[in-house]
């Protein structure tokens, strides 16, 4: 069964770090793309950053480049959202998903974890 | 690249619900659309304009020409109300863009 459990959302003050996690089990990381996707309370579905299987290709949404970095290690089946410098408005629910090899859309989901930024 | 859905549609149950996902020559880019219910993470309903995942039923279809792509859904169920989104590649920006999402009330 594919899974994707993220970890490290929690409550931050402006300005501070989270690291986030995505354990991946049932199927192979290194075959798929991935992305991180987030939904503020109440609000809709906003893309934030997109990793190629190998990590030649990295991108992010504009409002969180320079401040957000993504990476993977394909060997521990774990994806990576590394968040700097952040604000009031990066608070949602942060999630990852999969995405086939050579396709943007995205067939699985995992069930977000909190980011919580007071002011 | 900006794609624009309606901010709600409603449907009685049986008949078919249709929602749009307007875009700039949208019908030269693949759409994914996602429904989403309360509390649950987004599901992949469908691909590339008009594919349909494992375990999604026939009675879920999509279409995608000039500009706008269109996820019709017949036979509406109580099941079904949901939001549902649209989702391009916009390849000017490289980034993934989704629509601000369709509120689905079954009446």
């Known amino acids: 069964e594919v899974q994707l459990v993220e970890s490290g959302g929690g409550l931050v003050k402006a300005g501070g770090s989270l690291r986030l996690s995505c354990a991946a089990s049932?199927?192979?990381?290194?075959?798929?793309?991935m992305s991180w996707v987030r939904q503020a309370p109440g609000k809709g579905l906003q893309w934030v950053a997109f990793i190629s299987s190998s990590s030649d290709y990295i991108y992010y949404a504009d409002s969180v480049r320079g401040r957000f970095t993504v990476s993977r290690d394909n060997a521990k089946s774990t994806l990576y959202l590394q968040m700097n410098s952040l604000r009031a408005e990066d608070t949602a629910l942060y999630y990852c998903a999969r995405a086939p090899y050579g396709e943007n859309y995205l067939d699985s989901w995992g069930q977000g974890t909190l980011v919580s930024v007071s002011s | 690249y900006v794609v624009t859905q309606p901010p709600s549609v409603s449907v009685a149950p049986g008949r078919a619900a249709r929602i749009t996902c307007g875009g700039n020559n949208i019908g030269r880019k693949n759409v994914h659309w996602y429904q989403q219910k309360p509390g649950q993470a987004p599901v992949l309903l469908v691909y590339d304009d008009s594919g349909r995942p494992s375990g999604i039923p026939e009675r879920v279809s999509g279409s995608n020409s000039g500009n706008t792509a269109t996820l019709t859904i017949n036979g509406v169920e109580a099941g079904d109300e949901a939001d549902y989104y649209c989702q391009v590649w916009d390849e000017i920006s490289d980034q993934v863009v989704f629509g601000g999402g369709t509120k689905l009330t079954v009446l």
């Open positions: 049932g199927f192979r990381l290194s075959s798929y793309r």
